[in-house]
Structures are given as structure tokens and as C-alpha cells.
């Protein structure tokens, strides 16, 4: 048996909560897929997926399915201490071929920075696979043009979820996903 999704969604969250599990819980509940038994895979963007909204993709789940995710995932019990979780997502010019989803869980990033380095990493693991020529230690921006311009790469995105500790020391917990679908 095969199971090659074609339909995606993201989605992200944050919760806060004296425990720790609980705060992932309020995080997941944040994200609207608390209901959900999800299993965690690599980071492979399906090829001819069809990315939906979050709303179109809730209608696909239901209490206890096992649902099959890219998550990223951060917390914190240190008062104002800076957390993000961040999904990126690079796309090939042929749809017929796979892209790539990549996961950063950092501390002291802000959403911005955590959400472009993590579409590098995703457009960067595009990129080798694809065979285009670039040098690894130019700025993201750079490189992102040279992805862009050999016309393989048609798109590239993130999506981050950050968050700074809880003031009184509650557990902070963020989680950013990439839900797959049949």
C-alpha cells in the first residue's frame, strides 16, 4: 500500500500553561489540531500536492485519526526568554517532483529571522537535489534569487510561530505544522 498525500495545510500555535505537557496541549488547541493522534515524519513536500487552508483541511480531520505532520516545536519555562518554531517550505517548477519542508526549533530568534532560516534550509535542500549552482556562503536573499532565476524553484515560504517565556514562569510552548492529507 502507498500512501502519497495530496492535500497539505499549516498551521501554528502557542500555549501557556504551569506543565508542561499542558502547555504543548494549549499549543496543539491553538493550532486547531488538538483532536488529532499525530505522527511526526521527515520533511518531503509530496509531489502534485495541493496546499489548502486551514479551514478546508480541518474538514478532513476527525477525533483520534492519525494524522501524519512535519512539526516543528519549542518551549520554555525561562522568564522572557525568546522561542520560535518555524516550517519552511520550498517548491519545484515541475509539480510532478517532490519539494522540501524543514523544521527549526530556536531560541533567541525572532519570528522573522527563524522563519527565513528556515526557508533557506528548505529552498537549500530544493536546491542540491535539483543540481543548481550556488555558493553556500552568500546572505539567504542572494541565494534565494539565484534559486528563483534557474527557474526550478517556483516558490518558497515559512511558516513561524514564536513567542517570548511567560513573565511568571509558566511553561511557553510553540509549534508550527505542516499537516498531511490523502
Given at each position: 500500500?502507498?500512501?502519497?498525500?495530496?492535500?497539505?495545510?499549516?498551521?501554528?500555535?502557542?500555549?501557556?500553561?504551569?506543565?508542561?505537557?499542558?502547555?504543548?496541549?494549549?499549543?496543539?488547541?491553538?493550532?486547531?489540531?488538538?483532536?488529532?493522534?499525530?505522527?511526526?515524519?521527515?520533511?518531503?513536500?509530496?509531489?502534485?500536492?495541493?496546499?489548502?487552508?486551514?479551514?478546508?483541511?480541518?474538514?478532513?480531520?476527525?477525533?483520534?485519526?492519525?494524522?501524519?505532520?512535519?512539526?516543528?516545536?519549542?518551549?520554555?519555562?525561562?522568564?522572557?526568554?525568546?522561542?520560535?518554531?518555524?516550517?519552511?517550505?520550498a517548491?519545484?517548477?515541475?509539480?510532478?517532483?517532490?519539494?522540501?519542508?524543514?523544521e527549526?526549533?530556536?531560541?533567541?530568534?525572532?519570528?522573522?529571522?527563524?522563519?527565513?532560516?528556515?526557508?533557506?534550509?528548505?529552498?537549500?535542500?530544493?536546491?542540491?537535489?535539483?543540481?543548481?549552482?550556488?555558493?553556500?556562503?552568500?546572505?539567504?536573499?542572494?541565494?534565494?534569487e539565484v534559486?528563483?532565476?534557474?527557474?526550478?524553484?517556483?516558490k518558497?515560504?515559512?511558516?513561524?510561530?514564536?513567542?517570548?517565556?511567560?513573565?511568571?514562569?509558566?511553561?511557553?510552548?510553540?509549534?508550527?505544522?505542516?499537516?498531511?492529507?490523502p
Amino acid at each position: 500500500m502507498t500512501f502519497v498525500p495530496s492535500k497539505i495545510f499549516f498551521t501554528k500555535g502557542v500555549g501557556r500553561h504551569r506543565e508542561y505537557l499542558s502547555s504543548f496541549e494549549l499549543a496543539l488547541r491553538d493550532a486547531k489540531i488538538e483532536k488529532c493522534n499525530l505522527v511526526t515524519v521527515s520533511s518531503i513536500y509530496p509531489p502534485s500536492c495541493k496546499r489548502i487552508s486551514i479551514e478546508e483541511g480541518l474538514k478532513h480531520l476527525s477525533p483520534g485519526q492519525i494524522t501524519f505532520c512535519v512539526m516543528a516545536r519549542n518551549s520554555t519555562n525561562e522568564r522572557n526568554r525568546l522561542i520560535a518554531s518555524s516550517i519552511g517550505v520550498a517548491l519545484p517548477a515541475d509539480a510532478s517532483q517532490y519539494g522540501y519542508l524543514s523544521e527549526h526549533h530556536p531560541y533567541g530568534e525572532t519570528a522573522e529571522y527563524a522563519g527565513e532560516y528556515a526557508e533557506d534550509l528548505a529552498a537549500t535542500m530544493l536546491a542540491t537535489t535539483l543540481g543548481i549552482e550556488f555558493d553556500s556562503n552568500t546572505a539567504w536573499d542572494e541565494r534565494e534569487e539565484v534559486y528563483k532565476m534557474s527557474g526550478k524553484i517556483v516558490k518558497s515560504f515559512n511558516v513561524t510561530q514564536s513567542a517570548e517565556g511567560d513573565k511568571n514562569g509558566l511553561w511557553t510552548t510553540v509549534i508550527s505544522a505542516a499537516i498531511l492529507l490523502p
